[in-house]
Antibody
Framework: EVQLVQSGAEVKKPGESLKISCKGS????????IGWVRQMPGKGLEWMGI????????RYSPSFQGQVTISADKSISTAYLQWSSLKASDTAMYYC???????????WGKGTTVTVSS | QSALTQPASVSGSPGQSITISCTGT?????????VSWYQQHPGKAPKLMIY???NRPSGVSNRFSGSKSGNTASLTISGLQAEDEADYYC???????????FGGGTKLTVL
């Protein structure tokens, strides 16, 4: 079964760092782009960025460039999303998803809730 | 403000058909056949329902269909069922960005 398994919920304070993960299984992890999507409470879906684990080619949405870092470790079939200094406005659900074709995402993780509060 | 425009809400009775529109520009929806639709139930991850304008992934009910005319794509759900009540998002390839763009989402209520 093709699946993406995301790390568990996080509660952090403003200014702290964080790295969440997304582990792929059941397919060739290096052959598909993995994207990250933010969903703030009660809001819609927003593209953050995407990475090709085969060569770590990474693209960011202009809104998130410089705010987060996307990476991948193909040896353990895992993609990451990290922050160096969290803000309260980073409170959201974060989904990873596999790009199955030309810009559609066919497999989604269950999401990681990040809460940033003092 | 989302790059693609969807109605905030639509509603229908069980058994009826509804259509959700997704309007973009010639740089995205109108210029390419790379529109996808996602269903999201409360507290759940999005699920791919339609890709490349009108293709259904394996396992998705044939009550769901997609189409496109000009700069507007549409998702039609026929024979509405209570389980169809969810948020629906469209997405499209765009030549204006390295990433796809989402619509703002449409809440479907089954009356």
């Amino acid at each position: 079964e093709v699946q993406l398994v995301q790390s568990g919920a996080e509660v952090k304070k403003p200014g702290e760092s964080l790295k969440i993960s997304c582990k792929g299984s059941g397919y060739s992890f290096t052959s598909y782009w993995i994207g990250w999507v933010r969903q703030m409470p009660g809001k819609g879906l927003e593209w953050m960025g995407i990475i090709y684990p085969g060569d770590s080619d990474t693209r960011y949405s202009p809104s998130f460039q410089g705010q987060v870092t996307i990476s991948a470790d193909k040896s353990i079939s895992t993609a990451y999303l990290q922050w160096s200094s969290l803000k309260a406005s980073d409170t959201a659900m974060y989904y990873c998803a596999r790009r199955g074709g030309k810009d559609y995402m066919d497999v989604w993780g269950k999401g990681t809730t990040v809460t940033v509060s003092s | 403000q989302s790059a693609l425009t969807q109605p905030a809400s639509v509603s229908g009775s069980p058994g009826q058909s509804i259509t959700i529109s997704c309007t973009g520009t010639s740089s995205d929806v109108g210029g390419y056949n790379y529109v996808s639709w996602y269903q999201q139930h409360p507290g759940k991850a999005p699920k791919l329902m339609i890709y490349d304008v009108s293709n259904r992934p394996s396992g998705v009910s044939n009550r769901f269909s997609g189409s496109k005319s000009g700069n507007t794509a549409s998702l039609t759900i026929s024979g509405l069922q209570a389980e169809d009540e969810a948020d629906y998002y469209c997405s499209s390839y765009t030549s204006s960005s390295t990433l796809a763009v989402f619509g703002g989402g449409t809440k479907l209520t089954v009356l």
